[in-house]
């Protein structure tokens, strides 16, 4: 263990890393901080005589305060507990609080940071608790238990829990029926136009040039647009143009594009790279008149509810499409989004990663009681604790005997209320589960514990309903049926894309690139910026020519700002990615 006045030591040399004035006040409080009742733990207190409420500082977190409704009366019901969060997102994003609180010496009663740079600073400064003495008690927790070891590893204890963690292989998908990523339009009008065969990304134009023709007009009487785009988003690179790349097996790392088995590295200003190829595909797009004009101006709040109205037919995601438009009404009608496959396409998927994702989960060395932490963690990764917590993040169905309870036959099956909580607009939850809408009570820590696609042990299916046979089969409708008549009989995405060599698997390794030297940053900043705004230019470009010539402008001024030089480091950070990838696979199967 580290002593009081060593905790002291590390704190002054982790001052700098943190970028804050001073972390003197950490040490001073750790070394007065609370401690466990007990060593040696094998079992947590059954029920709690007491109120207690923690701080939660959650980095994922988009609202902040006390967590109310029906998640926050199960909480208090099994543990006394209320939930206060406090949110850098909603208190405007950035490091500002995080800085100020850890200057304080108390981050949060819980924690959830990022892997990698944030758990070490916070560890060395002392403010989060070692749990080693109630590990034994974390019965839930213990079926993680060599994830949980990874990510301690070389550390003096056990500071830290893993999320999105899956006894599944890291070969495996994380994603459940859909996968992140897929080129999703408008079936109904795919069908109308006598589902045409697609072999490129390329060769979709066309197709979705004809579905836009098949419905000009949506049925608010606005104009329809097969693309519409937004800048929300946009980071290293435009955002809408990092899409598609991914429906051949690549992913983002910085300035790289990284395939998912490791066989190719593109710097993404590559002349012959499939971020250049998106870039012609939009302009190509733009030239037909089938990407909204609005696309430069509007957020994505604004396009949802283009898409939710109709007016959009192709989805860059399955969630977009899907969660806005796939009503119960209109499935019924046949009407919908679903994946419509690229021959050639090699659609990225993240396999279930074996040490967990880039955020951890953690008790603060100043909590008040951290028995009490410790069994609350713990149940975060209990049956009862993914189906609640994840009811809004990995499609876990909540709680048992509210949205969902088994069958005759033993299989979990969801209620009328789940249905309509789930299914539906959203429903109000009965009084004795809590109040307001089921939505409006969902857990507000938007961290997944457990993948939503790992079996629930005491159910033996999915913790995602969507995998349930009893959901595909009282969801059968027009959409679906005629999608898998299409599709040869399969009844998901996911399916569909294994049964047809169709999915690249990103081993599911917790590799975290490490920040940026403060030189690297600014030189990256400058780059993405023109980056960003060249690629919006040449997607509405007005003839050829001029896209042409904006792409060369694009990597000389980049190259003149440093694009090289941070390409050097992000193609490392690349190759180090994959050897993660690799040895995780070794290591896990």
């Not at 301690?152 to 550390?155: A, L, P, S, Y």
């Given at each position: 263990?580290?002593?009081?006045?060593?905790?002291?030591?590390?704190?002054?040399?982790a001052?700098?890393?943190?970028g804050?004035?001073?972390l003197?006040?950490?040490?001073k409080?750790n070394?007065?901080?609370?401690s466990f009742?007990?060593?040696?733990a094998?079992?947590?207190p059954t029920?709690?005589?007491?109120a207690?409420?923690?701080?939660v500082?959650?980095?994922?977190?988009?609202?902040?305060?006390e967590?109310?409704?029906?998640?926050?009366?199960?909480?208090?019901?099994?543990?006394?507990l209320?939930?206060?969060?406090?949110?850098p997102n909603?208190?405007g994003g950035?490091?500002?609080l995080?800085?100020?609180r850890?200057?304080?010496g108390?981050?949060?009663?819980?924690?959830?940071?990022?892997?990698?740079?944030?758990m070490n600073?916070?560890?060395?400064?002392?403010?989060l608790m070692?749990?080693?003495?109630?590990?034994?008690?974390m019965k839930?927790v213990?079926?993680?238990?060599a994830a949980?070891?990874?990510l301690?590893?070389?550390?003096d204890?056990?500071y830290?829990l893993?999320?999105?963690?899956?006894?599944?292989?890291p070969?495996e998908?994380?994603?459940?029926?859909?996968?992140?990523?897929g080129?999703f339009?408008?079936?109904?009008?795919?069908?109308?136009?006598?589902?045409?065969?697609?072999?490129?990304?390329e060769?979709l134009?066309p197709?979705?040039?004809?579905?836009q023709?098949a419905q000009?007009?949506?049925?608010?009487?606005?104009?329809?647009?097969a693309?519409?785009l937004f800048?929300?988003w946009?980071?290293?690179?435009?955002?809408?143009?990092?899409q598609?790349?991914?429906?051949y097996?690549?992913?983002?790392?910085?300035?790289?594009l990284?395939?998912a088995?490791?066989?190719?590295?593109?710097g993404?200003?590559?002349?012959?790279?499939?971020?250049?190829?998106?870039?012609k595909?939009?302009?190509?797009?733009?030239?037909?008149?089938i990407?909204?004009?609005?696309?430069t101006?509007?957020n994505?709040?604004?396009?949802?509810?283009k898409m939710q109205?109709?007016?959009?037919?192709?989805?860059?995601w399955?969630?977009?499409?899907?969660?806005?438009?796939n009503?119960?009404?209109?499935?019924?009608?046949?009407k919908?989004?679903?994946?419509?496959?690229?021959a050639?396409m090699?659609?990225f998927?993240y396999g279930?990663?074996a040490?967990?994702?880039?955020?951890?989960?953690?008790i603060?060395s100043?909590?008040?009681?951290?028995?009490?932490?410790?069994?609350?963690l713990d149940?975060?990764?209990?049956?009862?604790g993914?189906?609640?917590?994840?009811?809004?993040t990995m499609?876990?169905?909540?709680?048992?005997?509210l949205?969902?309870?088994?069958n005759?036959?033993?299989?979990?099956?969801l209620?009328?209320?789940g249905?309509?909580?789930?299914l539906?607009?959203?429903a109000d939850?009965?009084?004795?589960?809590?109040?307001?809408?089921?939505?409006?009570g969902?857990?507000?820590?938007n961290?997944t514990?457990v993948?939503?696609?790992?079996?629930?042990?005491?159910t033996?299916?999915?913790?995602?309903?969507?995998?349930?046979?009893?959901y595909?089969?009282?969801?059968?409708?027009?959409?679906?049926d005629d999608?898998?008549?299409?599709m040869?009989?399969?009844?998901?995405?996911?399916?569909?894309?294994?049964?047809?060599?169709?999915?690249?698997v990103?081993?599911g390794?917790?590799?975290?690139?490490p920040?940026?030297?403060s030189?690297?940053?600014?030189?990256?900043?400058?780059?993405r910026?023109v980056i960003?705004?060249?690629?919006?230019?040449?997607a509405?470009?007005?003839d050829?020519?001029?896209?042409?010539?904006?792409?060369?402008?694009?990597k000389?001024?980049a190259?003149g700002?440093g694009?090289?030089?941070?390409?050097e480091?992000?193609?490392a950070?690349?190759?180090?990615?994959?050897?993660?990838?690799e040895?995780?696979?070794?290591?896990?199967g």
């Open positions: 263990m580290v002593t009081s006045v060593s905790r002291r030591s590390l704190l002054i040399g001052s700098a890393a943190f804050l004035l001073t003197g006040a950490c040490g409080n070394s007065s901080g609370s009742a007990s060593a040696d094998t079992a947590f029920a709690w005589s007491d207690a409420k923690f701080e500082f959650d980095g994922l977190a988009n609202q902040a305060g967590q109310p409704g029906w998640f926050g009366k199960l909480v208090s019901d099994r543990y006394g209320t939930l206060n969060l406090v949110s909603v208190a950035g490091d500002t995080y800085n100020t850890v200057t304080a108390n981050l949060g009663d819980i924690v959830v940071v990022g892997v990698g740079k944030q600073e916070l560890i060395e400064g002392g403010l070692d749990f080693t003495p109630v590990y034994g008690a839930n213990a079926r993680f238990d949980v070891q990874k301690n590893e070389g550390k204890g056990l830290a893993p999320t999105q963690i899956s006894t599944l292989k070969t998908p994380s994603e459940g029926i859909d996968p992140t990523f080129p339009l408008r079936w109904d009008l795919y069908k109308q136009i006598g589902y045409p065969e697609i072999s490129t990304l060769d134009l197709v979705l040039q004809k579905m023709e000009p007009t949506a049925d608010n009487g606005k104009k329809t647009y693309l519409s800048k929300d946009d980071g290293n690179m435009m955002n809408n143009a990092k598609p790349v991914c429906y097996g690549y992913d983002e790392i910085g300035f790289v990284a395939k088995d490791g066989s190719d590295f593109q993404l200003l590559d002349d012959d790279g499939q971020y250049r190829r998106v870039l595909w939009f302009f190509d797009a733009n030239q037909l008149g990407v909204d004009p609005d696309s101006t509007q994505y709040d604004t396009l949802f509810s109205a109709g007016q959009v037919l192709f989805s860059f399955p969630w977009q499409g899907q969660s806005a438009y009503t119960e009404e209109h499935m019924a009608q046949g919908g989004f679903e994946i419509a496959p690229l050639d090699k659609v998927s279930a990663p040490t967990g994702a880039q955020q951890v989960i953690a603060g100043q909590v008040s009681d951290p028995d009490r932490a410790a069994a609350f149940w975060l990764y209990s049956s009862e993914v189906s609640c917590n994840s009811s809004q499609g876990a169905a909540g709680p048992q005997g949205t969902w309870d088994l005759s036959d033993g299989k979990p099956e209620t009328e209320f249905r309509q909580a789930l539906g607009d959203d939850v009965p009084s004795e589960w809590g109040t307001g809408t089921y939505k409006e969902a857990s507000w820590l961290v514990t993948l939503g696609t790992d079996v629930d042990p005491e033996g299916y999915p913790f995602n309903y969507k995998m349930w046979e009893t595909q089969e009282t969801t059968s409708n027009p959409l679906s999608w898998s008549a299409q040869g009989g399969a009844t998901t995405t996911m399916q569909y894309l294994q049964d047809n060599d169709m999915l690249a990103a081993p390794a917790s590799y975290v690139a920040d940026d030297d030189q690297t940053e600014s030189l990256r900043n400058q780059v910026s960003v705004e060249t690629s919006w230019k040449m509405f470009a007005s050829e020519a001029t896209f042409n010539s904006l792409w060369e402008d694009l000389n001024t190259d700002l694009y090289q030089e941070v390409l480091t992000d193609m950070n690349a190759k180090a990615q994959q050897e993660a990838r040895e995780v696979v070794a290591e896990f």
